[in-house]
């Protein structure tokens, strides 16, 4: 099994940035499909951004395209969530997730996925 740890979040104020990091160990493999997914109070989970382990071009939900960012380190086992222009909307604890079974698509349901870090708090402040 792949172990997540998540860091780098905290609070911002409005059109600020912050870039989470994930370390993965483990059964690490550059084939995993990894993901951001967040959780606001009172909502459900959902997808943030995910990489494609094949060299596809990363996939993003619609309302934080064009602000995150997300890139992979395959050599140093992390994942990373460059986000800019922050909106109080994003206030959230973000997790991420790898799937370690093989895919050759990008998934953005949470039920794709089987490991998952224990989140960090972001918080946008108006």
């Known amino acids: 099994q792949v172990q997540l740890v998540e860091s780098g979040g905290g609070l911002v104020q409005v059109g600020g940035s912050l870039r989470l990091s994930c370390a993965a160990s483990?059964?690490?493999?550059?084939?995993?499909?990894m993901a951001w997914f967040r959780q606001a109070p009172g909502k459900e989970r959902e997808f943030v951004a995910a990489t494609s382990p094949i060299g596809a071009p990363a996939s993003y939900a619609s309302s934080v395209k064009g602000r995150f960012t997300v890139s992979r380190d395959n050599a140093r086992n992390t994942l990373s969530l460059q986000m800019n222009s922050l909106k109080p909307e994003d206030t959230a604890v973000y997790y991420c997730a790898a799937r370690t079974y093989s895919t050759t698509v990008v998934l953005t349901t949470t039920g794709a996925y089987n490991s998952w870090g224990q989140g960090t708090q972001v918080t946008v402040s108006s």
């Open positions: 483990g059964r690490t493999s550059s084939s995993y499909l």
